[in-house]
């Protein structure tokens, strides 16, 4: 039996020019809304921002087959792309207009598998610290009965941003 699956995405180049006019927190409101499309990489794996507020990122993501890694469980990449994602987010929506951030490093912890059965998982993201350079944040990855999956921290540079 042949598996395929097919999906679609909006211009990257839309939401990459919002960034930086507003605060960060007003920029991921509008993905979260869909007023402001999402990034490819939400399409190509499946998740989306479920949550944002100031210091917090949240991610949700059902688990599939397209997921798997050869030993069948979902890839230690996905389980990295949600928590970067989160961890990032959640400095983002600490910025100022004119302010972005990139991430220098990611260390995570796998402490679960996570299969088809494991069900909807949440990527929770927030701030530890933040200064006028770098921020450190944390994410964590839970399963639908708040089971900690994994876990990584995070530490990102800000950076001005090109006036638009």
């Given at each position: 039996m042949g598996r395929s699956r097919t999906y679609e995405w909006e211009?990257?180049?839309?939401s990459a020019s919002a960034v930086g006019v507003a605060s960060g927190l007003e920029f991921l409101?509008?993905?979260?809304a869909g007023r402001i499309p999402a990034p490819p990489?939400?399409?190509t794996l499946g998740f989306g921002?479920?949550?944002v507020?100031?210091?917090?990122a949240v991610f949700s993501l059902v688990p599939g087959e397209e997921h798997y890694n050869p030993i069948g469980s979902v890839h230690g990449g996905v389980y990295a792309t949600l928590l970067d994602s989160a961890a990032g987010c959640a400095v983002q929506s600490t910025l100022p207009a004119g302010m972005g951030y990139t991430s220098l490093d990611l260390a995570v912890k796998f402490l679960r598998p996570v299969t088809l059965d494991t069900g909807t998982v949440r990527a929770v993201g927030s701030v530890l610290t933040s200064g006028r350079r770098t921020a450190l944040a944390e994410a964590h990855l839970y399963d639908e009965a708040d089971r900690l999956l994994a876990h990584?921290?995070?530490?990102c540079m800000l950076l001005p941003l090109?006036?638009?």
């Open positions: 211009d990257p180049t839309i409101r509008e993905i979260a990489v939400c399409a921002l479920e949550e507020a100031h210091g917090r990584a921290t995070s530490t090109p006036a638009p």
